[in-house]
């Protein structure tokens, strides 16, 4: 299998997107990283000498959204997104390793078909339901979570300031 791999910076965020099935219709990687940027928290763009982070966003069909969704999160259906956070070596391993590494932020996993499926149940563009989730997604590889209702307030928050200066609507209107 080809795994279709492009690369884009902007800002603070390397975006990279696989594109496994050969999905047509997404978001450009030019949206996706200007998204992805716009949803990272505490970080200041205008210093030359900032690490750059790196973000894998693969967009999936519904059998492999839910063989991982099984797999991680012990749930026995596709859903719309994943979240994989970067879990960084021990410590004594880090004189070893490439310090890059250490720069990469994580992996979303977005079901394709359940985006859609959802963007209708939702009366949303893809556009809308697409960025709102790379935000969702971006926020939780970042340590923001919805577990708890003062968590999900935090969060949801967040989304709706993040997704007003890109230009969108609440998403929970």
Known sequence: MTIDCVTSSANSLDVELQNPYDYQNLPSLVQLSQWANAAMQNCDTDHQDQVVKSLVVRVVNPVEALQLNQDYRGKAYATNILSFPFDAPPVELIDTLDMAEFSHLGDLVICESVLKQEAQQQNKTLLQHWVHLLVHGVLHLQGFDHISD???????????EILEKLGFTNPYH
């Open 150 to 160: 003062a968590e999900a307030e935090i969060m949801e928050a967040l989304e709706i």
